[in-house]
């Protein structure tokens, strides 16, 4: 009777020890869960202006026979080739580079023949030859001088603008330097055009222009 009174007592012992194995089991178990419910609720995700560039606006860069959009932060670029019609232009300069057309005017007198001038804010003026055959104009050159209490600056992608030296622009290209009426003129074999104010390397560039322009020499 004593045996089984004592195998009894084991017995019931063991079970105990079996149901606290499991509730502590069962209790690290809903941590876990409780855990992962509370990781997958609050996961830590960047917000969406964190995954997009600061700044998309694209910047107008000056070239020959042509003009580009760069963006700057991944460095492409965009050409914008003569050819394109007026109402186009202005509405590119306005829409995506937030330019506005400050005046626009007929030459007539403008030895390529008639040219429409348009000006934007930033002093460049477009300049439009008419395309008899589309009946429209159309963008074939551009002009930049000296602008008085302009803080726009505008540069080739090698930095080249109105106030760069003559060695500045020689370190980048090679250019052709002749006197004429306008003064110490220059040139590129790419076809850009303009002007320094001296003889020395230290001369600055005072105007700039590229394709069909209305300067009188």
């Known amino acids: 009777m004593k045996s089984f009174t004592l195998l009894f007592f084991l017995f019931i012992l063991l079970i105990g020890c ?35 560039p600061a700044n998309e606006k694209p910047i107008l860069a000056l070239t020959s026979n042509a003009l580009q959009l760069v963006i700057l932060l991944t460095g492409s670029t965009r050409e914008i080739s003569f050819g ?11 829409q995506v580079l937030e330019l506005e057309v400050s005046n626009v005017g007929l030459n007539g007198e403008c030895g ?47 930095g080249i603008g109105i106030g760069s ?13 002749f ?15 303009g002007v320094f104010s001296g003889t020395g390397k230290d001369a600055k560039i005072t105007d700039l222009w590229s394709g069909i322009s209305c300067i009188f020499r």
């Open 112 to 158: 390529a023949g008639p040219l429409t001038m348009a000006t934007l804010s930033n002093g460049l003026t477009l300049v439009f030859q008419e395309d008899k055959t589309k009946n429209e104009w159309v963008f074939e050159g551009w002009y930049l001088g000296e602008v008085a209490n302009s803080k726009a600056t505008l540069t080739t992608i090698a």
């Open 18 to 52: 079996q149901r606290k194995d499991e509730r502590s089991d069962n209790s690290d178990l809903d941590k876990t869960s409780k855990d992962t419910l509370n990781s997958t609720e609050k996961p830590n995700i960047l917000p969406d202006s964190a995954l997009k």
């Open 165 to 177: 030296t003559r060695a500045e622009m020689e370190d980048v290209t090679i250019i052709e330097v």
């Open 84 to 94: 394109m019609p007026l109402d186009q232009m202005v509405a590119l300069m306005d």
């Open 179 to 193: 006197e004429s009426s306008l003064g110490q003129e220059f040139s590129t074999e790419s076809g850009l055009y």
